[in-house]
């Protein structure tokens, strides 16, 4: 397996914000992740990628307590995931996660799916969490939708909705489960823009699953490559894609670059 760390400057000297160690997990008899060591710095963009049911999508939700596991360690930003409700919770105002489907509130406006949070977890005051709330719909450039409610706004900016929502609880970490793969092609772009300003101004560690290969060679400082729930090979974008070492990984990219 290659092992080779970023060398992005903008990693020179960052420190690590989530480490995990031999992490298995089981569904039942199911081992769906195996001996998971994977430390992250500050500020990384990670891209993880693999074939269906690898189980990205259940390691990314074991990093926010979504999913439990049963062997091994999690650390993010120096709390040790343990069974403790405290720190769960803790965890999970740290890690902010995007779906594939949103996750909105249909009954509630975009502003009060944008301070629900904020209000009843932070404990913030109203008028502070929707000045807050504009400032991030600003930033995802629909200002104009807060007093719409989300069946009235397209899959591209329901998702960007998405994402204020969670800058909204300032995370020190977000998780992207294919934030875009349940979007038309046009809408594609907008949401992986919003994305890739967020990594590049912002410096917001990111980890991201997702089959958008030019988004993981613009803005990812590393690629994992997942199958059977292992991690097979992992590298900078340059080298993971002009260059990958394992079969399995070389044979994962003929056909995803094929469509
Ligand atoms: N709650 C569950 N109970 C039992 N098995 C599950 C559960 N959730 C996921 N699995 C299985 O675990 C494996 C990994 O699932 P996971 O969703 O993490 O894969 P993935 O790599 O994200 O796949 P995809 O790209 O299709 O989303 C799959 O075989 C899946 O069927």
Redesign the pocket.
Known sequence: MSNEQAKNPHLDGAEDIIIIDQLNKW??D?H?LKNIDLTVKKSERIVIC??????????IRCINRLEEFQRGSLIVDGVEMIDDIKNIEAIRREVGMVFQHFNLFPHLTILENLTLGPIWVQKKPKAEAEATAMKYLERVKIPEQALKFPGQLSGGQQQRVAIARSLCMSPKVMLFD?PTSALDPEMIKEVLDVMVELAEEEGMTMLC?THEMGFAKKVADRVIF?DA?EIVEQNTPHEFFDNPQVDRTQKFLEQILDH
Do not use: H, N, R
Not at 50 to 59: F, I, V
């Open positions: 569904y039942g199911f769906v693999g074939p269906s049911g690898s189980g990205k999508s259940t390691l294919e699953v997942m729930g």
